[in-house]
């Protein structure tokens, strides 16, 4: 018994560092500001892209569902990046691509996303006076 | 004389579990609603010696099984999965001693037991983090073949729960579970342990570290770990390598198993 409890509490040791490990990392790497920065570096004179940032969106490989969702939005152009959405897990920043002359429905984006399983927040869009940064509508 | 002892070795010689905690795809997808999902897995395990206890009874003795696993997952929401894993042994083969020094061997093949699980899950996103705590029934049907004595499956219903943590960084991921088994009898009650240390090299390129921690109510536990390698070739295909050694392999006291293995197993998934 004494055996197991020892090997017990080595597991317990391991998984306790692992998990100040993988909470640790998520240092303050990324800001609201430097959002703004790769926003508006993908968004400038781009009137058909909008960006999201998604909270929860840290991993491409479970985040694909999102792409799932959005590119079964018929506004969305399925032509431009990976089927009209382009991801960045870094920012937590998704960017979506819309059709020439449609004007996106942001509260069709915000329940695709959240149905890919993520907290949609905040939308970038860049328009005749600049980014403009503001809160997703909520949803109904 | 001779079959007889080989149909007592046979009973007390207890069958070794293969099951394993991961739920498909790859534990992690898909989270969205309405998605579904495949997995194949090949899997090979290799046990090197016949123990009881901790002692090797017979040393060169070994079991080599290698199956295929077919998995399937459906999403109605976040919340609610629906998983099913079937295994098929392709070949199973143990040395079994027999009197006077010399050994016989034994083969298994056919489907294993099927595995249905519901995994309940609780979101949470965060400001660069996100994860999530489960809650998974489970339930084993007991559809395996017996060709013989000797048979991979346990042939008996079984009832499981799981509690598990999961969360996730742009670098890094952890989870861990607790599982507990029952089956009817004469199986023995299982639980489990795990925790997996993940690093998110590339945007489509995980490696992992996965310890196990097993033991049983006849006294026997393992210790088992290694690497683990999840590959994203594309938003459908997902593929995954891993690789598992017994550290530690304390069989129970009453009755004799094959232990000190080694565990291979190759996996590809399709998401929808």
């Known amino acids: 018994m004494n055996f197991k409890l020892k090997h017990l509490a080595s597991f317990i040791a391991f998984g306790g560092i692992s998990l100040l490990l993988a909470h640790s990392s998520y240092a303050a790497k990324v800001s609201p500001e430097t959002r703004i920065v790769t926003a508006t570096a993908q968004l400038e004179n781009k009137p058909n892209l909008i960006a999201v940032y998604a909270k929860g969106f840290v991993c491409n490989s479970c985040g694909i569902g999102i792409r799932i969702h959005l590119s079964k939005i018929d506004s969305v152009d399925l032509t431009s990046f990976n089927r009209g959405v382009e991801m960045d897990p870094a920012q937590q920043l998704l960017f979506i691509a819309f059709k020439p002359g449609v004007e996106p429905d942001l509260e069709v984006i915000h329940r695709a996303i959240y149905d890919a399983g993520y907290e949609p927040d905040l939308y970038y869009r860049w328009t005749d006076s600049g980014l403009i940064v503001a809160p997703l509508p909520p949803l109904n | 004389m001779r079959p007889n002892i080989l149909r007592l070795f046979a009973l007390l010689v207890s069958i070794h579990s293969t099951s394993f905690a991961d739920q498909p795809i790859m534990n992690m997808m898909p989270r969205w609603d309405g998605g579904y999902g495949i997995q194949v897995l090949a899997e090979n395990i290799h046990h090197s010696d016949?123990?009881?206890?901790?002692?090797?009874?017979?040393?060169?003795?070994?079991?080599?099984?290698?199956?295929?696993?077919?998995?399937?997952?459906?999403?109605?929401?976040?919340?609610?999965?629906?998983?099913?894993?079937?295994?098929?042994?392709?070949?199973?083969?143990?040395?079994?001693?027999?009197?006077?020094?010399?050994?016989?061997?034994?083969?298994?093949?056919?489907?294993?037991?099927?595995?249905?699980?519901?995994?309940?899950?609780?979101?949470?996103?965060?400001?660069?983090?996100?994860?999530?705590?489960?809650?998974?029934?489970?339930?084993?049907?007991?559809?395996?073949?017996?060709?013989?004595?000797?048979?991979?499956?346990?042939?008996?219903?079984?009832?499981?729960?799981?509690?598990?943590?999961?969360?996730?960084?742009?670098?890094?991921?952890?989870?861990?579970?607790?599982?507990?088994?029952?089956?009817?009898?004469?199986?023995?009650?299982?639980?489990?342990?795990?925790?997996?240390?993940?690093?998110n090299v590339r945007n489509d390129l995980q490696l992992l570290w996965e310890s196990d921690f097993k033991w049983d109510d006849e006294d026997a536990f393992t210790l088992s770990a290694g690497p683990a390698f999840y590959w994203r070739y594309s938003d459908r295909v997902h593929t995954r390598l891993e690789w598992k050694h017994d550290f530690v392999s304390h069989m129970g006291s009453d009755r004799a198993q094959y232990g000190n293995g080694d565990r291979i197993n190759l996996g590809i998934g399709l998401v929808y």
């Open chain 2, 50 to 199: 016949l123990k009881k206890g901790k002692d090797v009874i017979a040393s060169g003795h070994s079991e080599t099984i290698q199956q295929l696993h077919l998995q399937g997952v459906y999403t109605w929401d976040r919340s609610v999965r629906l998983t099913f894993k079937l295994p098929y042994v392709t070949d199973a083969r143990r040395e079994v001693p027999v009197v006077g020094g010399t050994k016989t061997i034994e083969h298994d093949s056919g489907w294993g037991d099927l595995t249905l699980a519901l995994p309940l899950k609780k979101y949470f996103n965060l400001n660069q983090r996100t994860g999530n705590w489960s809650l998974t029934p489970q339930l084993r049907v007991p559809l395996g073949n017996k060709a013989n004595d000797y048979s991979i499956a346990k042939r008996v219903w079984g009832g499981g729960l799981s509690l598990g943590y999961e969360t996730e960084t742009y670098d890094f991921y952890f989870a861990t579970s607790l599982t507990a088994w029952t089956f009817e009898s004469p199986e023995a009650a299982e639980w489990s342990a795990s925790f997996d240390l993940g690093w």
